[in-house]
């Protein structure tokens, strides 16, 4: 990680300090809300059922909320900030007048991206722990797991935000994208209750990979796939989105 990409990171923090209080509501009520509203409330209906397993349904579901927060808060960073950045406010434009490289203008907003889904990983987490749904000793690496979910998913949502037309493209994005992809991905419910002709959409998602990881690491039992092939369907969607987003930075700043 260069200077540079740390001063970019830098503008965005600043920029942060003044609407954090916004983001309470994501980080840390929420959490509860979907913990006591939808594992608890609608838990009572389906705790024990084969079809999750034997668990209690708040703690099959409350790593994939982790992992899935992790994912829309770093995704949402990553939309209209994006199109606003190129076309609003100008600010890639103005960042690129200083001594900062595309690269570095890249990756301080993607760091960013990623503090800001460390952060409310981590509020998630603590409120799991709160309400005692930590059932083995490598829970901890469900944070791991939830970042890794959000690294692997950033940098195609970047390219897509880049390269929109207008803003109504961005709600696109959200309704048929990112928000199929939590509900899907076996966040509430196990994939194999999904049509066999589904699933397969789901093993090439990151969502998927990263709530299994960390479902396993809350509950101490194994994931379904190997963990490193996890790992790897989450790093080739890491690096390739990465690129993806580098040449189209790079193809936007030179208009």
């Known amino acids: 990680m260069s200077a540079g990409s740390l001063h970019a990171f830098e503008h965005w923090l600043l920029n942060y300090r003044r609407t954090w209080y916004g983001s309470l509501f994501s980080g840390f009520l929420l959490p509860v809300l979907f913990i006591v509203g939808l594992g608890m409330a609608v838990g009572g209906y389906v705790d024990g059922s084969s079809a999750i397993g034997g668990v ?3 703690a099959f579901i409350a790593p994939g909320l982790l992992a899935s927060t992790a994912f829309q808060i770093a995704t949402g960073e990553l939309t209209w900030p994006v199109f ?12 690129q007048a200083s001594p900062l490289t595309n690269d570095d203008i890249l990756n301080g907003h993607l760091i960013y991206a990623l503090f800001r889904s460390a952060v409310s990983a981590i509020a998630f987490f603590g409120v799991m722990a709160a309400f005692g749904l ?5 829970a901890p690496l469900a944070v791991l797991a939830a970042l890794l979910t959000a690294s692997a998913s950033i940098g195609a949502v970047y390219a897509i935000s880049m390269t929109a037309k207008n803003e109504s493209s961005l709600s696109i994005v959200h309704r048929f994208g990112i928000l199929p992809l939590t ?21 090439v998602s990151p969502v998927w990979h990263g709530v299994e990881l960390a479902r396993a690491a809350t509950l101490g039992v194994a994931p379904p796939w190997p963990w490193p092939a996890h790992l790897a369907v989450l790093l080739v969607w890491t690096v390739a ?3 993806a987003a580098r040449y189209t930075l790079n193809k936007r700043l030179k208009v």
């Open 56 to 58: 209690d349904y708040v």
């Open 84 to 95: 606003a950045a190129t076309r609003w406010g100008s600010q890639y434009k103005a960042m």
């Open 134 to 138: 930590l059932y083995s000793p490598l």
């Open 183 to 203: 509900l899907f991905s076996a966040v509430f419910f196990p994939l194999d209750q999904l049509p066999a002709v589904v699933q397969p959409l789901a093993w």
């Open 241 to 243: 989105g990465w690129y």
